[in-house]
């Protein structure tokens, strides 16, 4: 079983910043594939970016690439979302997740979520 709370979002201006964090606790010591989605109201859930367990490798939705960077520290078990450049269109609950596979982009390929937190951005 996987657990993951999520924390850092709060409310910015157009512009700013945020650090989005995702501690993870897990029974063994398996590795994870771990993804940052988001939802914005009457949208479905899409990701945003994903890191691979495999290779470390790593995927970022379009309308986030040069903005937005992920990251974890294994030592600590905690997946970060750097956000920069925010854009109101960037206004969403994010959610973190965890697959034990090198799951795709599709949110029905991840077992595990946290509960989100939400993000939003003023123009």
């Known amino acids: 079983q996987v657990q993951l709370v999520e924390s850092g979002g709060g409310s910015v201006q157009a512009g700013g910043s945020l650090r989005l964090s995702c501690a993870r606790s897990?029974?063994?010591?398996?590795?994870?594939?771990m993804a940052w989605f988001r939802q914005a109201p009457g949208k479905e859930r899409a990701a945003v970016a994903i890191?691979?367990?495999?290779?470390?490798?790593?995927y970022y939705a379009d309308s986030v690439k040069g903005r937005f960077t992920i990251s974890q520290d294994n030592a600590k078990k905690t997946l970060y979302l750097q956000m920069d450049s925010l854009k109101p269109e960037d206004t969403a609950v994010y959610y973190c997740?965890?697959?034990?596979?090198?799951?795709?982009?599709?949110?029905?390929?991840?077992?595990?979520w946290g509960q989100g937190t939400q993000v939003t951005v003023s123009s």
């Open positions: 890191i691979y367990r495999y290779n470390g490798g790593t």
């Open positions: 897990t029974r063994t010591t398996s590795t994870y594939s």
């Open positions: 997740a965890a697959s034990p596979a090198s799951a795709n982009t599709s949110p029905a390929n991840w077992p595990y």
